[in-house]
């Protein structure tokens, strides 16, 4: 369908601009105001736009990141000239290695001043971060640079900044053709079918190994092939395994192995190592998925996937590949397997028990007074949460703790850490919390992480969010004190004592407790339910607790 949008004769350029923004689906503008953007702002928001205005620029695109990530439409956020810019690279990086859509409206310097202070070359440091810069200078040009930009933020899903000098955004346009968004050029295929000489490739693999695992990830979701990844693993008598970002999705499953990658379980891990064949539907198979090559070093991978890349991360993908959608994929695989395999797979009640063991991990740590072991921490989470609330995982070593919750629907773990930047907890909370207005947002987050855009906390009470934010305070950069006592090197500069954070957040204006024992949760969580305010709880959790990535880090 084409549509089209008017734009009025004598507009200001900012004002077509914004008019622009609006045709292309912008409903939410993620920003922080100065002198480059905020005609280009208030213009779009006076239009219906709704505006959350962040208090620190990398937030304001960290947010519209995770906006984008949980609706599936285009993040839309926007910074001024300068500073403004200088301020988001991060969060630009993480989109980018995220695959994240993202549009940034950014202002540039007036084009006509001899000297301006704010004056920065934008588009090498934004070209840098892998994002796409465009420069706009051209009346003729300015609202088709919006649809470039909206064009390459949804095909190649990549963030792209628009800047626009700030005495140009003041002019006056000539009358404009309707203004056609980026979505009348984007051609619509049908699903991609496979081959069938890739799928008696396959099926051949399949037949002759014995233990087969099949491990989904984001595309399995986006197809919707669940279903056929279940039947599969058991037609083979195999197990299921996912990604991080679809984990949750076959914890139902009695071999449902959880997460594949340096986040699995113990007993997971232990059958993954086994495994013969996998069949990875829907995943590029990353260096994440992989542990960085420590799983299937020996075993036949086929990968199911419409954009199979064949190196990824530096090592060989996968054996045989299904260039297919992963409905697709599967249907053909599954219609032509032989109802009876010659090998019968690896299932029986013993590994289902393994699996079934709700404890990703037993190691054993000397006890500390006054904390609670982390892995408990999240256990007693997972017990009061309830399973349909809308969970936020961060970075740092508390992470893989946070993964470990079961039973939860994919579609409602929020997870971006590609990067593997700190400090995003709290932004992509609220980019959820403004994705979906009608749910209870949890954030898991580090202390260390927390704190370093603690700021946002006001925009949390500003907004009126329902947001519980689970901080896992060990008083560290817990990830770099294992490392360095590992390395055998000095803790200074990673540790800094575990502070009153409940009392930062009463500041805030939110709620705060402080947690220090397993028995406090039932209580504080009805209380929380019972209010529906944002509210923090500062949970001391040990600090001696090691995660297995962190071991196996020890081990190198
Ligand atoms: C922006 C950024 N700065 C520094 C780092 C290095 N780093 C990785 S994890 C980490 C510690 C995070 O501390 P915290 O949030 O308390 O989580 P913990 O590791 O203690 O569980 C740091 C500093 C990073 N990943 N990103
Ligand atoms: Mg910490």
Not at 55 to 74: F, S
Not at 356 to 364: F, L, P
Request: glycine content about 10%.
């Amino acid at each position: 369908m084409t549509t089209s949008t008017d734009i009025a004769p004598d507009t200001k350029v900012y004002e077509a601009l914004a008019s622009a923004f609006r045709a292309e689906d912008t409903d939410v503008l993620f920003a922080l105001l100065g002198d480059g953007n905020m005609h280009f702002a208030s213009s779009l928001t006076t239009s219906g736009v709704r505006g959350v205005y962040a208090r620190h620029e990398h937030c304001a695109c960290a947010m519209a990141t995770m906006y984008a990530n949980a609706t599936g439409k285009v993040g839309v956020a926007s910074v001024t000239c300068g500073p403004g810019l200088t301020q988001t690279m991060t969060a630009l990086a993480t989109a980018v290695q995220a695959g994240i859509p993202l549009v940034v409206f950014a202002g540039e310097s007036p084009i006509k001043a001899a000297f301006y202070n704010q004056h920065i070359d934008q588009a090498p440091l934004v070209v840098a971060t892998g994002a796409h810069y465009i420069a706009g200078r051209s009346l003729e040009r300015m609202t088709d640079y919006v649809r470039d930009a909206f064009f390459i933020a949804r095909t190649e899903r990549r963030p792209v900044v628009l800047g626009v000098p700030l005495d140009v955004q003041q002019l006056t346009l000539a009358a404009q053709a309707p203004y056609r968004p980026s979505t009348d050029f984007i051609p619509q295929f049908s699903k991609d079918l496979p081959n069938p000489v890739d799928v008696d490739k396959a099926i051949d693999a399949i037949k002759a190994g014995g233990k087969v695992v099949v491990i989904a990830g984001k595309g399995v979701l986006r197809s919707g092939a669940e279903t056929e990844c279940e039947q599969l693993a058991d037609a083979c008598g195999g197990m299921l395994a996912t990604t991080l970002p679809v984990r949750g999705m076959f914890d139902h499953h009695p071999f449902g192995l959880g997460i594949s990658g340096g986040y699995a379980r113990a007993a997971g891990r232990k059958l993954l190592l086994e495994a013969d064949v996998v069949v990875a539907v829907g995943t590029s198979l990353n260096n994440f998925t992989a542990d960085s090559g420590k799983l299937f070093k020996n075993t036949k991978i086929i990968q199911v996937d419409t954009r199979p890349v064949g190196l990824k991360h530096g090592r060989k993908a996968a054996d045989i590949y299904l260039h297919a959608d992963a409905k697709e994929g599967l249907k053909a695989i599954l219609n032509r397997l032989p109802s009876v395999l010659p090998a019968k797979g690896w299932r029986s009640e013993a590994v289902a028990a393994e699996i079934a063991d709700q404890a990703a991990d037993r190691t054993e740590f000397v006890s500390q007074p006054d904390v609670v072991d982390p892995r408990d921490a999240v256990a007693a989470i997972d017990r009061v949460i309830p399973k349909d609330w809308e969970i936020v995982n961060s970075s740092g070593h508390c992470a893989y703790f946070a993964a470990q919750l079961r039973g939860r629907r994919p579609e409602n773990f929020n997870v971006i850490r590609e990067f593997g930047a700190i400090g995003n907890g709290l932004s992509y909370a609220i980019g959820v919390a403004v994705a979906k207005p009608d749910k209870t947002i949890v954030l898991l987050d580090g202390d260390g992480s927390l704190m370093m855009h603690a700021q946002e906390l006001e925009t949390v009470r500003r907004l009126g969010l329902r947001l519980l934010i689970c901080v896992l305070n060990d008083g560290a950069y817990g990830s770099e004190i294992h490392k360095m006592h590992a390395d055998g090197i000095s803790d200074e500069g990673a540790v800094f004592g575990r502070g009153d954070l409940a009392a930062m957040a009463r500041g805030f204006g939110l709620r705060g407790a402080k947690i220090t024992g397993l028995d406090q949760f039932p209580m504080l969580f009805e209380a929380f339910r019972d209010t529906g305010q944002a509210e923090l709880w500062d949970i001391h959790i040990a600090d001696n607790v090691t995660t297995p990535v962190m071991r196996a880090h020890a081990h190198k």
